[in-house]
């Protein structure tokens, strides 16, 4: 599809399926995606192997990380049968090994076991896990040595705000952990920080957590929180799309500026992934095509994604994944860029379609139009413009 595009020095059109711009309307149907891996090439295993948590936020997608089942740690025996699984498949390579939770280093032996095994069979290229960051023993801390896997950290900004959801102690604790990575220059890890309700009520806005995060001088990105407590909810509408272009704005002249540590745009993270690596997204959320990743419950169970885990499953994922069965997305001009969690639409959190099914209302064509005649009036100035693609790729968070 070819989406035309005006700017104050011309009109350009967007071919929707290449992903390439001209001055030219004439459709060129030249797909060329990286999406095509190679046999036995697995993007992602994802292995539930604590069903556990230390801590009891308060907005927890994981009803406290055990997904509303009891609270347990996955054993070795359900661990050798993944591995046996995996093995048999005859794949050959994971891109990315994702050990998670609840809190996943509660149960670091498996953490170790699981990466030393699959390592005799296979080719890692990278171990990646989420952590609360308030377990720090030698165990954890001789496996970061010896693994280097990549952690996302869950912090929320000064004690204030983040002791309130996550509970007294839990940020200095998480504070510890942190300085004790950047005392062994480990940065292999990002912030991963949940905006609520709560930092409005304490007079903290988007900016100042930006802020906090760009003065603690780390990797971090800011959600929107997601939860069934709709005290904590901080709605997306609530940032005009005035705001979101600004966003996008700013984005643009960090990434240009090769602001490594800056949080961008999603929305222009998403057009610049498709526009730079080709890269096509078929479904609403390509990583639940079981082709891609296979995902394994704390049980050893198979699960479509990790927030289909324990009781939280449903029967609706593969239609509400499907863009077809949307009319406003059928014919979307930026559907193989539009990204939508479908977790997030089963679980009500989604403002552009509601749990059930039906589809409410959406700014991203209009959003991703304005990235691109952002780009096409970068591309008067070529420098600028080649900043823009190649300092992009060291913003991509997932290879
Ligand atoms: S209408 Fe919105 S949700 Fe649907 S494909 Fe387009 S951008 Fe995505
Ligand atoms: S459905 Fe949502 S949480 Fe699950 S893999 Fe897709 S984007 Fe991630």
Redesign the pocket.
Known sequence: MIKKIDTDFGTYYFDSISFTLSSSPEYKNTSNTLDNLDDGILKKVVINISNSCNLSCSYCYADGGNYGMDNRVMDFDTADKIIQEIVSKGIKQINRLILFGGEPFLNIELFVYFIEKLSKFLNILKVETVTNGTVLNHRVKHMLNKFHPFLTISLDGPEVVHDRLRGKGSHRKTLRFIKYLKSIDYDNFEIASTYTRIHQKNGISREAIFKYFTEMDVHFNVNDVFSKNKVLIVKEMEKSLSERKTFIDTSIQNVIDCNEKAFISPILYDVLISMIYKSTNHT?CDDIDPSNTITFDVDGSKKLCFRFWGSHNSPNVETFNN?DN?S???D????G????CVANVIDGYST??NENGE?IE????EL?EYCIQQIIYLSRDKERLSKLVNNFRRFIRYA
């Open positions: 609403f863009k949307f406003k997305c059928k979307c001009w930026c559907r860029m539009c990204i939508e552009v379609i589809f959406c700014h991203k064509p991703m």
